[in-house]
């Protein structure tokens, strides 16, 4: 544990402006209110904002950030109050902590809601001062390096979730590689730890197979640049687990497929050299085709700039190389941090912060909370693609992003009243994918208003919110006059006077707020126009009750197994449904309807061979795709599995997949040989995610050859 002189020392160091005599007294105001406060490990509650402090000296930021950092749990945990921290550190530093402990005490919540609106608090309180998401990040950090000592799994591995899915892409998109790398690992390690075991297991073998290969790597890189006269510091590493098992995961290989699981950084002085470096690089070893990228001239969102390329490199083996300056090296390890204005005492660039605009918009539109979740992961998650306008402005976009998303990207009234799209000066249409270096120009018309089919091919968590939020403002419309129309009907019908003020009376049982509120739940068919009458006359029998109100909501189908109710868009309501035995298609899956004459739709996956017997029948075909699906239900999954033929083999397999709460509900061994065995397993998941999770964990073993899915 850092010492107070030393951590002052250190600030100093590099901000000769911090109010030392402030800084002590912030140091000892934190070790007094938290007193003999203790952690789950056992250590005095202070060490834990001290290592804050210490881990955020580390990224050189200004001393109200490393205040702020020993201050930040004394609201929350101490009898201390926001007003005492004002008065005895001013309005900034009280700012700070004041937008730290808002997100503190939510932080930990179970439910889906909760975390949702945790990082809706937390978009806001970034937006004033991204100071906030900096001492929040390293307040995370230091928790994730001591989760281990929280005694309760549950506990554990929410925490971590939420850490890997929340806070990591957030350290990722404000540039702090190092935060996210040990965030994911670190999260990694509680969420998955026999697959994280087994790849470092395949990593120690792989290691002592070859020697030390990364160092005789660096040497002879170290060796080609100094015989070509460039200065140059040569490192390298070995990924870190994560990073492995999610590329796995993504190419859906085995461990020793993955070719380029080394990484070798390369540092010059200028940009100049960055290119000759690169070309050395190119000159000497055999270059692989399509992995060439350039962030010198087109950085990343987060200001990243570097160029990436793979060669076969020394001794044969396939490398990842990054070539960039001394100066894109500290913005690449520390982000932010790195463009701080120690003297200003705050940070006034965020121009390259866009996403950040584009979150507060997401906000703006999302229904609620759980919806600006799941928009704002689409938007942090994905790897970018770059484009241009024909004015030759750059926009950055995730890949698989479409015309639809590059309008909405340029401004929501051009994406909202997109009706084409040309691509380098060719017209396409909107649903088609764009790719790095595309020229993108888009028409629009003032009639044209978003439709609800784009929903299913954007990717952009703006897109889509915009979207929702007008197709939400329609249906209520129409929801609205419908359920007044059938409420007219129904006193009509019933000789009763019909009033919207005397509605006003019974908005109250109906959690409503206005009378459209009222004709839009009873449009929208969550209540009769019967019960509404009830309410306003509770002694009402009807002489002749009707039901005037037609099905307006969602199509929906009931499968074959029991309880079982799955949402698809596209389908008529009632249709009889069934899912294709040839390919076994799971939520999250592509997928397509085909009309099957007397017994309803058939749903395949989109790749599934068997639909090449009705190309020539277009008719049959229908345009569908998953809308939600219950996460309790478990849908039949088929894999093809060839494991080593040694005791355990099978034991293995099994504990693998109950670990991921999958149950197996056919294994039927196919060959036996004398060295494997293959087997095909049919097993219960929940969607194609959780199945993906499933086959890159028993890759990840050393008793499992090969895993496929079978969809044919």
Same mark, same amino acid.
């Given at each position: ?136 990040? &390293? ?23 939420? /850490? ?46 070859? #020697? ?64 000759? &470096? ?34 076969? #490199? ?33 940070? /006034? ?114 897109? %889509? ?62 209540? /009769?126009?019967?019960?509404?009458? %009830? ?63 007397? /017994? ?50 099978? &034991? ?35 969607? &194609? ?24």
């Amino acid at each position: 544990m850092i010492q107070q002189h030393a951590l002052i020392e250190k600030v100093r160091s590099y901000d000769p402006t911090l109010d030392e005599d402030k800084f002590n007294r912030a140091y000892l105001f934190s070790m007094k209110v938290h007193g003999e406060q203790v952690r789950a490990s056992g250590d005095p509650y202070f060490s834990h904002p001290l290592e804050v402090a210490g881990i955020l000296s580390d990224m050189k930021l200004d001393g109200a950030t490393i205040m702020t950092a020993l201050l930040h749990d004394t609201v929350e945990d101490t009898g201390a109050t926001l007003e005492e921290i004002r008065k005895l550190f001013g309005d900034e530093i009280a700012g700070l902590v004041n937008g730290v402990t808002k997100l503190t005490q939510i932080e930990l919540q179970s439910s889906q809601t909760k975390q949702a609106e945790n990082l809706r608090k937390l978009v806001l309180a970034m937006s004033n001062d991204i100071r906030v998401l900096l001492v929040k990040l &390293a307040d995370r950090l230091h928790n994730m390096r001591t989760l281990h000592h929280v005694s309760s799994e549950d506990k554990r591995r929410r925490i971590a979730r939420e /850490t890997i899915e929340i806070y990591a892409p957030l350290a990722e998109r404000i540039g702090m590689h190092h935060i996210k790398d040990e965030l994911e690992d670190l999260s990694f390690k509680i969420l998955n730890p026999d697959a994280r075991e087994s790849i470092v297991t395949r990593l120690n073998f792989l290691e002592r197979e070859g #020697g030390d290969i990364v160092k005789k790597i660096i040497k002879e890189l170290k060796s080609v640049f100094k015989n070509s006269n460039l200065k140059a510091e040569v490192s390298g590493r070995v990924k870190t687990p994560y990073s492995i098992w999610r590329k796995m995961h993504r190419k859906n290989v085995a461990i020793e497929q993955l070719s380029d699981i080394m990484a070798f950084r390369i540092l010059v002085n200028t940009i100049p050299d960055c290119y000759q &470096a690169l070309g050395i690089i190119h000159s000497s070893y055999i270059v692989v085709p399509s992995r060439f990228k350039d962030y010198i001239s087109t950085p990343k969102p987060n200001n990243y700039q570097s160029l990436h390329t793979s060669v076969i #490199g020394p001794l044969k083996h396939r490398i990842e190389i990054q070539i960039r300056t001394h100066e894109m090296h500290t913005i690449s390890e520390y982000g932010v941090a790195a463009h701080w204005q120690y003297k200003q005492g705050k940070n /006034t660039d965020h121009k390259q912060y866009h996403w950040l605009r584009s979150l507060l918009e997401i906000l703006e539109h999302a229904a609620g909370p759980e919806e600006f979740l799941e928009h704002t992961k689409l938007e942090m998650f994905q790897d970018q693609v770059f484009c241009f306008t024909p004015a030759g402005d750059l926009i950055s976009l995730p890949r698989g992003a479409t015309p639809i998303d590059f309008g909405y990207a340029i401004h929501s009234a051009v994406g909202n009243h997109c009706v084409g799209a040309k691509i380098n000066g060719r017209m396409v249409p909107l649903r088609t994918v764009l790719h790095n270096g595309d020229q993108v120009e888009i028409t629009t018309s003032k009639s044209q208003t978003p439709s609800p089919t784009w929903e299913r091919f954007v990717v952009t968590g703006k897109a %889509r919110a915009h979207i929702r939020r007008f197709i939400r403002t329609q249906q209520r419309a129409q929801f609205i006059e419908l359920g007044r129309s059938i409420l007219q009907k129904s006193f009509h019908h019933e000789n009763l006077e019909f009033s919207e003020k005397f509605l006003e009376t019974i908005l109250a049982k109906f959690k409503c707020q206005t009378v459209d509120d009222l004709f839009s739940i009873l449009g929208e068919g969550q209540h /009769t126009s019967y019960e509404i009458i %009830r309410a306003a006359y509770p002694d009402f029998r009807a002489k002749n009750p009707i039901d005037l109100q037609p099905i307006v909501s969602k199509a929906k189908f009931i499968p074959k197994e029991k309880d079982a109710i799955v949402s698809i868009r596209g389908l008529i309501p009632g249709m009889a449904v069934h899912y294709a035995k040839c390919c076994h298609p799971l939520p999250g899956d592509k997928i397509v309807g085909i009309v099957m004459t007397g /017994t309803g739709v058939t749903i395949h996956t989109y790749d599934c061979e068997n639909l090449n017997n009705y190309a020539n029948e277009p008719e049959r075909w229908i345009d569908v795709a998953w809308d939600s699906h219950n996460e309790q239900k478990h849908y039949l999954a088929r894999t093809n599995v060839f494991v080593n033929n040694q005791p355990g083999a099978l &034991a293995n397999l099994t504990t693998i997949i109950s670990k991921h709460n999958a149950n197996i509900a056919n294994l039927k061994i196919s060959h036996r040989g004398d060295t494997f065995f293959e087997f095909i397993i049919d097993i219960e998941v929940k969607d &194609a995610d959780h199945l993906s999770n499933i086959i890159a964990s028993l890759r990840a073993s050393s008793l499992v050859i090969s895993v496929d899915r079978v969809k044919h």
